[in-house]
């Protein structure tokens, strides 16, 4: 089966440094990539996502590359905002049809905070 | 456009007691999830339905049931509920197969069993 391995938080952070959240997966096949957020109070919903290897998901300053051969979806950004506090899933989803297509796993959440 | 509605926001049931938590997308998707979030455990899926018609278990299905009611709608039913259903829990949906699509969540339903 799939799984994910999500660096764990909290993170705290000060306004504008460096953001990196690691990823890594085990997956059967060629599964497309996803990070999702969740602001407060909130369902999740899509940050980027990348469908092949060597492709960039970038969305609000995020960014993170498909590496097929460490198997990893790093979430980096350059600068934070107090406005990206929130938690962060990373979420590889299988492509195939059928059944397998639906073992949706996702990892366990990293908190961002960041403080003015 | 609503997106994925879920109803109710909150709920306190004792042991024991039933309960359906109601879900509706307005985006003419196919497929239709239901999830649970524990701290510390991400989401897990319950179960899912590919189309319309379909229902079948994902990670966390004891417990459950579902009904796919129509395109728009998927409900999920707690027959006896037990203290370690506590949790929220969040729909989704996907145009296609969540591999291809994004999923689109609801806001979630905050629910304690007491």
């Known amino acids: 089966g799939n799984s994910v391995t999500q660096m764990e938080g909290p993170v705290t952070l000060s306004e504008e440094a460096f953001l990196t959240i690691n990823c890594t997966y085990t997956?059967?096949?060629?599964?497309?990539l996803f990070w999702y957020v969740q602001y407060p109070g909130e369902g999740l919903q899509l940050l980027l996502k990348?469908?092949?290897?060597?492709d960039k998901g970038s969305n609000k300053g995020f960014e993170a590359t498909y590496r097929k051969e460490t198997t990893s979806f790093h979430l980096e950004k350059g600068s934070v905002q107090v406005s990206d506090s929130a938690v962060y899933f990373c979420?590889?989803?299988?492509?195939?049809?059928?059944?397998?297509?639906?073992?949706?796993?996702f990892g366990k959440g990293t908190k961002l905070s960041v403080i003015p | 456009n609503a997106g994925v509605t879920q109803t109710p926001k909150f709920q306190v049931l004792k042991t024991g007691q039933s309960m359906t938590l109601q879900c509706a997308q307005d985006?003419?998707?196919?497929?239709m999830y239901w999830y649970r979030q524990d701290p510390g455990m991400g989401l897990r899926l319950i179960y899912y339905?590919?189309?319309?018609?379909?229902?079948d278990k994902g990670e966390v299905p004891n417990g459950y049931n579902v009904s796919r009611l129509n395109k728009r709608e998927f409900s999920l039913r707690l027959e006896s509920a037990a203290p370690s259903q506590t949790s929220v829990y969040f729909c989704?949906?996907?145009?296609?197969?969540?591999?291809?699509?994004?999923?689109?969540f609801g806001p979630g339903t905050r629910l304690t069993v007491l």
């Open positions: 339905s590919a189309s319309e018609g379909t229902t």
């Open positions: 990348a469908t092949k290897a060597d």
């Open positions: 979420a590889p989803t299988p492509r195939d049809s059928g059944a397998g297509s639906y073992q949706l796993t």
């Open positions: 989704a949906s996907t145009r296609g197969l969540a591999g291809s699509d994004e999923q689109f």
């Open positions: 997956a059967t096949g060629y599964p497309s």
């Open positions: 985006m003419n998707h196919n497929s």
